[in-house]
């Protein structure tokens, strides 16, 4: 059978007396029961439950249903599904975002711009111009027989 | 004899063979698979394997085997193509005998398991998938096996899947691995529409390959081998069982990406940019898997790392135009990194599930061969000279100090190799020797079959591997042959120096010398923060953008805003405007009435 009326979600309240009406149908207390603004997204009377994914909650605590750290009756948020313990960790990290974020990026740029000098300045063996036999081939090339051929040298002693 | 005949049907039988256990239950009344059966399987698999393989050692020969087509398509040819050329010829007996160690070891490890059987049909699946991947010699056949590999990989990861973190990392091995696939997926489309064929060796050109089908092959092979951006995927498959991590995470799967590389390289040696890419991107690889493995604490992450390491090295190798090198590294790899994560399974569960480092210590006198062979897979890992590693790595280390290349990309690699060094001796100090730091009771117990004799043979493979294989297959290009001393030495002055870098950091470890948490001490061990930065990022602004436009927005837009509340809308802001003509006043509507009747008279 389905829920009752009473118990599914309504419009926004906007009396305090609905507004204690709808904590108490979501069991919450009324100073917690804070509904999402009324700007036409449809959210309705369903509170807007802090954004905080479900590896925050104890792990070691005895939860009614243990897999989504969920007791029954408690109100679950609009997006549960995106903070079950599979998917998004708003969990805080050992290190702030803030350092981890330029951390991260120093360390990328730092290699981006290493990778880019290192393809200006490559690393080869040593290597001297090609040093052809009989003065750089000038016959071979065509050269007069009957003129001095220039000495063609790519090294020094 | 007809060697032709011998190599291709030595080649289908063990494909067969391996498949019997599959098929074989599907067509008897009672279906009786079990453990020492399909441990069986692949040893028989293995000594049929290494009939071709002798007869490629000993004569050279290589065939390619088309049959079927599938005719879906007129001008489009794709048939089961199977290649048996020096790689698969080579990597098929390397990875039935890993297997095969794995799957004895695996008898002992998942013993107290109920789906035994389960498993154990799970992993040879996966082979399969992984041999197909490996003899396939188009791109089709190829990607059945890659996508086989990768969803063996998802089953695996999870295989105890009550554990969330365990189906949160097969979920990422499986996002990391698709967005690779859209990698191979381009190039085999841009192949398709180019070239009309997926046949590896219809798509050699002469000129520059397109940057396109390039980058796409680059793509897939970072996101099944974990290059740097596509990597967070390998350390958290440690979350399944310790013979899936050997099998896959180490030696067959992720080797994979690779591998497709080193199959598609007449492409890749074109175009040097695409090259200078590989390069550029495997030197990064190993140098960050290399830092984050320095402070891990976990035996297992360890290993991965190192793992992510050497396939760092391997790319580098196919960026230096070398992929025979590359594929030696892969079949020396294989034997010791299995063999490394055989010894970490059997420490682990001889310490009743403790795979904290900080917690062992002194198992050098408990578990005397377990400990030795995990000393012959590090050393073997450094690149100690004579050892299945020397050979394909310190080649590695001597072609890069010899090529033209990026400064960079040769300064990162050596750095990784001296921070290979460092962390294996930090596991191999903080493991075996010293005082223990245990619970006093543990089952420790390593005298059972089922464990030394698949170490002890791997860790012969580990010594052997590397003399045998360069002695009998011949090189296709010409290797380095004289170079200064100091490039001669490159590889093992870098691994003298981070033994000595470890010893140092040890022996500050002990006196207490330096603060527990420095910038670059954070770095490391948080993974480089990749993993919260863009984890978080991503799927929080996935999910909520999602939301929102899926339901908020198109519900507002559709069923309010073009329907009921926008009509309603515009009809308010005309009769507001209109109603201030309804005044109530005789005189304005008799005049209203009279200018109209004027105006139609002056009009018609």
């Known amino acids: ?157 | 004899m007809e060697t032709a005949l011998l190599l291709n049907t030595s080649m289908i039988l063990t494909l067969t063979i391996i498949l019997t256990p599959i098929l074989l239950p599907l067509l008897l009344k009672n279906p009786q698979n079990s453990p020492a059966n399909l441990t069986r399987t692949v040893k028989t698999a293995f000594l049929t394997s290494l009939v071709p393989m002798t007869l490629f050692m000993h004569s050279g020969m290589e065939s390619i085997i088309s049959t079927w087509e599938w005719k879906f398509i007129m001008n489009f040819k794709i048939p089961i193509s199977l290649k048996m050329d020096q790689y698969s010829m080579m990597f098929f007996p390397i990875a039935l005998f890993v297997t095969w160690s794995i799957l004895q070891f695996a008898s002992w490890y998942m013993a107290s398991e109920p789906y035994i059987t389960k498993f154990f049909q799970y992993l040879l699946m996966f082979l399969i998938a992984m041999l197909t991947l490996t003899i396939a010699n188009n791109l089709f056949l190829l990607f059945i096996g890659w996508e086989g590999v990768g969803i063996m990989s998802f089953l695996l990861i999870g295989w105890w899947q009550g554990r969330a973190e365990a189906n949160t990392a097969a979920l990422q091995a499986v996002l990391y691995n698709r967005i690779g696939d859209i990698g191979i997926i381009l190039s085999m489309a841009w192949l398709a529409s180019s070239t009309n064929t997926w046949e590896v060796q219809q798509t050699f050109t002469s000129t520059q390959t397109p940057m396109l089908p390039l980058l796409g092959l680059i793509l897939a092979a970072a996101g099944k081998s974990a290059q740097f951006g596509l990597h967070p995927w390998l350390p958290a498959a440690m979350e399944g069982p310790t013979p899936v991590s050997a099998l896959l995470h180490s030696s067959t799967m992720v080797v994979a990406g690779i591998f497709l590389l080193i199959r598609t390289h007449p492409m890749l040696s074109n175009n040097q940019t695409a090259l200078t890419m590989c390069l550029c991107l495997g030197s990064l690889s190993t140098l960050f898997a290399a830092t984050c493995a320095i402070t891990q604490n976990d035996i297992k992450k360890i290993i991965a790392f190192s793992t992510s390491s050497q396939l760092g090295l391997m790319m580098v190798t196919i960026g230096l135009n070398l992929p025979q090198l590359a594929f030696l590294h892969i079949s020396t790899h294989a034997f010791f990194k299995a063999m490394l994560f055989l010894c970490s399974g059997s420490i682990i569960h001889n310490l009743n599930g403790e795979q904290d480092i900080r917690k062992m210590g002194g198992l050098q006198k408990m578990l005397p061969t377990t400990t030795s062979c995990l000393t012959i897979g590090n050393l073997a890992l450094m690149g100690t000279p004579f050892l299945a590693g020397f050979y394909s790595k310190d080649l590695i280390i001597e072609s890069m100090n010899t090529s033209y290349l990026n400064t960079w990309a040769l300064l990162l690699t050596l750095l990784a190799t001296s921070f290979t060094a460092t962390y294996t001796l930090r596991m191999t100090l903080l493991v075996q020797t010293n005082f223990t730091r245990m619970a006093t009771a543990t089952p420790m117990n390593e005298n059972n079959k089922a464990i030394t004799n698949p170490i002890t043979r791997l860790a012969l493979g580990s010594i052997m591997a590397g003399l045998l294989i360069t002695s009998f297959i011949t090189p296709t290009k010409t290797p380095p042959m004289t170079m200064p001393t100091l490039t001669k030495t490159a590889a093992i002055t870098m691994t003298i120096l981070g033994i000595i870098l470890a010893l140092e950091l040890s022996n500050m470890a002990h006196t207490l010398t330096q603060p527990k948490q420095t910038t670059f001490t954070n770095f490391s061990s948080l993974l480089g923060f990749f993993n919260p930065l863009l984890h978080r990022l991503t799927s929080t602004n996935l999910l909520n953008n999602g939301q929102k436009i899926a339901s908020h927005l198109i519900d507002l837009s559709w069923y309010k805003k073009m329907g009921p509340e926008g009509i309603a809308n515009l009809q308010l802001m005309a009769t507001k405007t209109s109603t201030t003509l309804h005044s109530g006043l005789i005189k304005a509507y008799l005049s209203s009435f009279a200018l109209s009747i004027l105006i139609i008279l002056l009009v018609y």
């Open chain 1, 1 to 157: 059978s389905e829920m009752s009326k009473d118990l599914m979600p309504g419009p926004y309240p906007r009396t305090p007396e609905e507004r204690a009406a709808a904590a108490k149908k979501y069991n919450m207390r009324v100073e917690d029961y804070q509904p999402y603004p009324d700007d036409g997204f449809g959210y309705g009377d369903y509170p807007m439950l802090p954004n905080k994914s479900l590896h925050e909650r104890d792990p070691w605590y005895q939860w009614d249903q243990p897999d989504m750290r969920h007791n029954w009756g408690q109100p679950m948020h609009w997006d549960f599904d995106m903070y079950i313990r599979n998917r998004v960790d708003t969990s805080p990290t050992p290190v702030p975002w803030h350092t981890m974020r330029k951390h991260f990026l120093v360390f990328l740029s730092t290699m981006l711009i290493m990778f880019g000098l290192g393809e200006i300045y490559p690393s080869y063996r040593p290597v001297g111009p090609k040093q052809y036999p009989f003065n750089d081939l000038y016959l071979e090339k065509g050269g007069d027989p009957n003129k001095e051929p220039p000495v063609v040298t790519h090294y020094e002693i």
